[in-house]
């Protein structure tokens, strides 16, 4: 009942927690998002996490990376240009053309931590 409502609570005023986008999901997707999530953090201590309710954003004074966690894998949103990425590069694809959740026009899925 309590979880019922904090959901709603979310709902109603917009404010989201990290938790709500693991719930449902699998160990192998919550370990996942936990490394990717303190890799990020990890970067800088000014770097901000600000759940939404389709991701999580991670900012300085502007998104600089946005995460989606699925059902079986975490895609990040990157605010780069494509023609920044190297061509070859593992888990890529240009978003720019793609609607899509968060910030950015570089997508990076990713399946387990050996792909992170």
């Known amino acids: 009942m309590l979880v019922m409502s904090i959901v709603a609570l979310s709902r109603a005023t917009g404010a989201y ?3 709500e986008h693991l ?3 699998t160990d192998d997707v919550r370990e996942l998002t936990a490394t990717i999530r303190e890799f990020i953090l990890g970067l ?3 770097i901000e996490e600000v759940p939404k309710k389709y991701y999580v954003a991670y900012k300085v004074s502007q998104n600089i990376v946005c995460m989606e966690v699925k059902g079986r894998n975490v895609k990040l949103f990157l605010k780069l240009k494509p023609s920044d990425v ?3 590069t593992a888990h890529y694809r240009d978003v720019t053309s793609i609607g899509h959740y ?3 026009d570089v997508e990076f899925t990713f399946g387990s931590e050996a792909d992170f």
């Open 102 to 104: 968060g910030t950015g």
């Open 17 to 19: 927690t990290f938790d």
């Open 86 to 88: 190297p061509t070859q």
């Open 44 to 46: 800088d201590e000014s």
């Open 23 to 25: 719930e449902g999901k």
